[in-house]
Structure formats: C-alpha cells, structure tokens
C-alpha cells in the first residue's frame, strides 16, 4: 500500500496514514494504523510518503515495514 504520513505515535504504537484504496480491503481515507515494533518509525517524519506491509489477521491488523518514496524535485516557480 502507499500512503502519507500525517502524525506519529510511537507512545501509542500508532501511525496516521493518508492512504489509497486497499484493493478488496478498504477505501481510501486517513486512519491510525498499529505498529508493533515502533523502531521501523525512527527515520519516518510527517509528510513522507510511504509504501507500507499490512498484515491482517481475523481479530488484528498491523503495519510490519515501511519504505520511504522518493519525493518528485520541487517544479520551478512559473514565470512572473
């Protein structure tokens, strides 16, 4: 899945993701998701963009690993 962070909860063990559709799973929306080994938070800042591993059982749901997207270069200013 592929996502933007939007805040970081390491005391909770949480992280609110801005994600697309969840093809099968879930719409797109903005949602805290739990993460149960918070040290693949540590270089996550608000405003990454992300592709995340949900795994999701009968009666749970977790993110197990995050990748970091490449952000596009900034476009120039248009013309005065």
Do not use: N, Q
């Amino acid at each position: 899945m592929r996502g933007v962070i939007k805040e970081l909860r390491p005391e909770s063990k949480e992280v609110v993701i801005k994600h697309d559709d969840i093809c099968g799973y879930m719409d797109a929306m903005t949602m805290p998701f739990a993460v149960r080994d918070t040290s693949i938070m540590k270089d996550l800042r608000v405003v990454d963009g992300v592709k995340f591993l949900l795994k999701v059982t009968k009666d749970d749901g977790w993110i197990e690993r995050f990748d970091k997207l490449k952000s596009a270069p900034a476009a120039p200013p248009p013309p005065y």
